[in-house]
């Protein structure tokens, strides 16, 4: 069983913008990249997970994945997730990836469980597992086997449109639920539900490493 994590991530220096009435440009800078090294370690902590994909247009980010020991593709072409992912997915289906794991690189609350439950879930063929978010709008976290069985299509409402493309090929669909999966920190009420569920108190907004 050969299962890839996927990683998308941004410039460190453009991520975060929805966060500028409450943090510095520094300070959104350095979330990003704590999130990005987090998400990172978690998914290396995972023995099931063949290897650690990231993809980005950002050379900082690049050399930062490398460092942390992972795989990374240089992102070409127009800024868009969707076929950023597409490409990446493409290059695991060329090592022989029979599955492949979708994770933003912005959850802070993300664990070894999560991942080991997803893969769980995911075992059959032409199976789609998805963890949403609190709102039931975003993807914050999909397994799909095999790659490459249904397009990407992140953005507002990808939820329902990833259920819809799964459903349309066939394919098993099952929801994994979790409170950790279903938050990322994209704007100043996710900031606040994060400060809620950790107890973290302001102005200590940045998540430790530790899996």
């Known amino acids: 069983m050969s299962i890839w994590a996927i990683i998308p991530v941004k410039p460190f220096s453009r991520a975060k913008s929805r966060l500028a009435e409450v943090l510095s440009p520094q300070e959104r800078e350095q979330l990003a990249e704590s999130l990005f090294r987090r998400v990172v370690t978690v998914v290396k902590a995972v023995p099931a997970i063949a290897g650690t994909l990231v993809i980005s247009r950002d050379t900082r980010v690049l050399s930062l994945a490398r460092d942390l020991g992972v795989n990374t593709v240089q992102e070409g072409g127009t800024l868009e997730l969707n076929n950023a992912l597409m490409r990446a997915t493409q290059v695991v289906k060329g090592w022989r990836g029979e599955a492949v794991l979708i994770l933003p690189a ?19 063929d032409h199976s789609v597992v998805i963890a949403t978010d609190f709102h039931d709008d975003g993807t914050n976290a999909m397994l799909i086997r095999p790659p490459g069985l ?62």
Do not use: N, W
Request: proline share 6%; net charge negative.
């Open 106 to 124: 912005d959850l802070p609350l993300i664990a070894a469980a999560d991942v080991t439950g997803m893969i769980a879930l995911g075992m059959e």
């Open 150 to 211: 249904i397009p990407y299509a992140y953005g507002t409402g990808s939820y329902a449109r990833h259920c819809a493309l799964a459903g349309e090929v066939g394919a098993t669909v099952k929801i994994y639920q979790s409170e950790r999966l279903a938050l990322d920190i994209d704007t100043p009420s996710d900031l606040e539900d994060y400060y809620r569920l950790t107890g973290v108190t302001k102005g200590q907004v940045f998540p430790t490493s530790t899996p």
